[in-house]
Nanobody, 122 residues
């Protein structure tokens, strides 16, 4: 079992930055690829990006590529989502998730956090 807790969300103006954190419980954190997803009101939850177990490989959705960066610290059981040049369309609840696979689809993820709200004002 892995429990995930996100933090760092909030209200920011367009063009600003936020860093989200996701802390995992358990001693097996380094075995999992960690993904970030987001869900805007009335929309499906969508893939944002993923980082592999070692932190050496990442993959991002086209909508955030070049603006968002995922990193992890296995010693701290933490994965981060650095979000720069934020746009109003980035407004959503952001979720971290853990998968035993290199995954971009929701169904491939076994564990989910409760989410943290990010609101970008224009």
């Amino acid at each position: 079992q892995v429990q995930l807790v996100e933090s760092g969300g909030g209200l920011v103006q367009a063009g600003g930055s936020l860093r989200l954190s996701c802390v995992a419980s358990g001693r097996t954190f380094s075995r999992y690829a960690m993904g970030w997803f987001r869900q805007a009101p009335g929309k499906e939850r969508e893939f944002v990006g993923v980082i592999n177990w070692s932190g050496k490989s990442t993959n991002y959705a086209d909508s955030v590529k070049g603006r968002f960066t995922i990193a992890r610290d296995n010693a701290k059981n933490t994965v981060y989502l650095q979000m720069n040049s934020l746009k109003p369309e980035d407004t959503a609840v952001y979720y971290c998730a853990a998968s035993t696979a290199w995954a971009t689809y929701r169904y491939q993820y076994d564990y989910w956090g409760q989410g943290t709200q990010v609101t970008v004002s224009s």
